[in-house]
């Protein structure tokens, strides 16, 4: 009875939490405060308010009262509801927007928990549904247990309207694994601290520009670089030392904020996935909606076995933001977690096929030519003969190339596709043929002077790309991807 | 490449080799009107580009050198040229072929690709035509799978009649086929 109550509960149009007011405001007012921070630091470090600064500050002032309220009346005017099997959003006060999602259509429920939420016992909700590039819809602060509710509620209704999923399975849990605290140190050391490093530098270089606006034109800011410049050696050394532990330190921290009390569930043919510390994720992934799976590591993560994981479900987008990643601390962890979508023994040298080397000396020249016309040129007419030392790129962009032919091999088997690649570290890619939506076979002019076509396979989830390969193996490989999914009853989803 | 497959129905094992072929498919040649319309909008692309180009020159006095004119119509006369030798090509290589299975089409110059897709793949199909297209009674059809909020291919240059044909058959096939 109870049940019945929570549904019927639900069929009236009803408003997010009250705390949703204050999560909305914070994002307002962090938004403002990000974009406005020059101004404010000008206006409070000047000694001298003249009148242009006070209308600055007033400007902002009305700004953000204007954009608070909008967000407040965004709030309000926001409701939501299911009926008929439709998840239905609608929002907006003078622009006026409803959002009908069918449920059968929506691939997971999320929810996510930052600081605020945490500390409002509340979440935001969001839905993936098939065809759509992002996330459709999102609620931006419901109660823990009406968010949990709510989940819950769309996937029985989901699993009720699906014909495949028959009826409701039993909630059967338990954990497959969690990352202890070492395996967190093992991850967040051999993370990409470079990348760390180039948002520490953009970061620097950003507030560096909004100072040399602020300060008006340039005469302080290079006055102050050139005393820099001035210094010793040893001082910048200093300086480049500290900021590549900096960007190291921020790296670690930033890895094992984000993947702190990592948690994956397998729960009835479903992934479910937690972790974070300050900004908690939760994401379920139906197995069946997994298009492609791949698992990377770069070097130095291939030497302590540590892998991670990439799920590619339906309407995936290359660095999207929502992707899931799963870290795994073995290769026999990967492949007992992969074989919910593929067997995965390994790929061997005997069993296994190449590409083309026409691939990696086609691959070369491409690459050198965009060096030689764009980067090279340019420095030529800039420094001189000095730019050809560009040219010493050239060995390594040929060593570059040929390893990644070298390392590349795939292999089919019943249930479909798997390959490996990478030049320093490794990826490996398996595709199911039921996933595969269409098949593209692809010639350029050199690959039909040489007998060769590229193979792409199109996922709802995402393309697998064979590249060079023999036009006899690329059409008896369509005939039979074909044969497979034309003939079988097998769903994709 | 040889592969063994189990079938659903039989316990017969298939080769490969006897397998319906890509290659061996015969593609129906576009509409001839079609190279005539692209030809036409090629026309009226390269004439308002024309004209915004000598719009640019008239009122930008620094522009107004005989090396920048020249350069200028020297490159605007090789790409017309090239478009109109790459339209042609691509039009005596675009093709498409309806199987019972899936639908195929084919396009391209300097790269050819050959597009196959399951006719219990497709979530939905578009029938259009531009004003240009209809004065020659010409439609294209598109064709959705998941994934992807764009059309996965669109097969141009085919008649009115025939593009609702093609739809009515790929509806009524994907939904024999009663994929999810």
Do not use: C
């Amino acid at each position: 009875m109870e049940t019945v109550n929570q549904k019927d509960s639900w069929l009236v149009p009803q408003r997010q939490s009250p705390a949703a007011i204050f999560i909305l405001l914070w994002n307002s007012a962090f938004n403002l405060l990000k974009g406005f921070w020059p101004i404010l630091l000008v206006y409070f470090l000047r000694d001298e308010r003249d009148d242009d600064s006070l209308t600055m500050l007033w400007g902002f002032m009305g700004f953000s009262v204007l954009t608070i309220g909008g967000a407040v009346i965004g709030y309000w005017f926001k409701k939501f509801h299911i009926k008929e099997d439709t998840l239905i959003i609608q929002s907006g006060w003078l622009k006026k927007k409803t959002l009908s999602i069918p449920v059968h259509t929506i691939q997971a429920v999320h929810l996510e928990q930052n600081v605020w939420q945490q500390a409002f016992g509340v979440a935001k909700v969001s839905f993936d549904s098939v065809g759509s590039d992002d996330i459709e819809a999102k609620l931006d602060a419901l109660t823990m247990v009406k968010a949990e509710q709510l989940r819950h509620l769309l996937m029985e209704k989901k699993v009720e309207s699906s014909s495949a999923e028959g009826e409701l399975r039993q909630e059967k849990t338990f954990p497959t694994y969690s990352l202890g605290f070492p395996d967190l140190m093992k991850l967040s050391l051999t993370a990409n601290h470079l990348e760390a490093f180039f948002i520490l530098m953009a970061l620097l270089l950003n507030v560096m520009d909004e100072l040399r606006q602020i300060f008006g034109g340039s005469d302080y800011m290079d006055a102050y670089g050139r005393d820099i410049m001035g210094q010793t050696m040893l001082f910048i050394s200093s300086l480049v030392i500290a900021v590549i532990v900096l960007s190291m330190l921020f790296s670690i921290a930033r890895t094992m904020v984000k993947y702190y009390g990592f948690e994956l569930i397998d729960a009835d043919r479903r992934w479910i996935v937690s972790y974070g510390l300050f900004e908690k994720t939760k994401k379920i992934v139906p197995l069946s909606k997994i298009q492609v799976l791949s698992w990377n590591a770069n070097w130095l993560r291939r030497k302590i076995d540590y892998w991670t994981v990439q799920v590619q479900s339906v309407g995936h987008k290359e660095n999207k933001k929502s992707n899931i990643r799963i870290p795994v601390v073995s290769f026999g962890q990967v492949s007992e977690l992969v074989s919910s979508y593929q067997n995965f023994v390994g790929i061997h040298e005997e069993t296994s096929l190449r590409i083309d080397p026409a691939y990696w000396k086609r691959s070369f020249w491409r690459k050198a030519m965009m060096i030689t016309l764009v980067p090279l040129l340019g420095l030529y007419f800039w420094i001189g003969v000095q730019a050809l030392w560009l040219l010493l790129i050239y060995p390594f962009l040929v060593w570059n190339e040929y390893r990644w032919y070298k390392n590349f091999r795939w292999q089919t088997n019943s249930a479909g596709m798997q390959i490996i690649s990478g030049v320093f570290g490794r990826k490996f890619t398996l595709l199911n043929w039921n996933k595969v939506q269409q098949v593209h076979l692809n010639q350029t002019l050199y690959e039909r002077r040489r007998q060769l076509a590229t193979v792409v396979f199109v996922t709802a989830g995402g393309k697998v790309r064979l590249p060079y390969i023999q036009l006899g193996t690329a059409s008896t490989l369509i005939n039979h991807v074909l044969y497979e999914v034309e003939s079988k009853e097998e769903s994709w989803m | 490449m040889h592969v063994t497959l189990s079938m659903n129905f039989t316990n017969h094992p298939v080769l490969s080799e006897d397998l319906p072929s890509v290659e061996e498919v015969e593609f129906q040649p576009l509409e001839d009107n079609f190279v005539v319309v692209e030809r036409i909008s090629l026309s009226i692309y390269m004439a308002i580009f024309l004209f915004i180009s000598l719009m640019i020159l008239y009122f930008i006095d620094d522009l107004q050198s005989p090396l920048i004119l020249v350069s200028f119509l020297t490159f605007y006369v090789l790409f017309a040229i090239f478009r109109f030798i790459a339209i042609t090509i691509n039009f005596k290589y675009s093709g498409y072929a309806l199987r019972e299975r899936d639908i195929l089409y084919r396009n391209g110059w300097l790269k050819r690709k050959t597009r196959v897709v399951m006719l219990n793949r497709i979530q939905h199909v578009s029938v259009q035509s531009g004003p240009l297209e209809r004065r020659f009674g010409l439609s294209s059809v598109s064709v959705f799978t998941a994934g992807s909020s764009e059309a996965d291919f669109t097969i141009n240059g085919i008649t009115d009649d025939t593009a609702l044909r093609i739809k009515a058959w790929i509806n009524s096939d994907s939904a024999a086929d009663g994929d999810s």
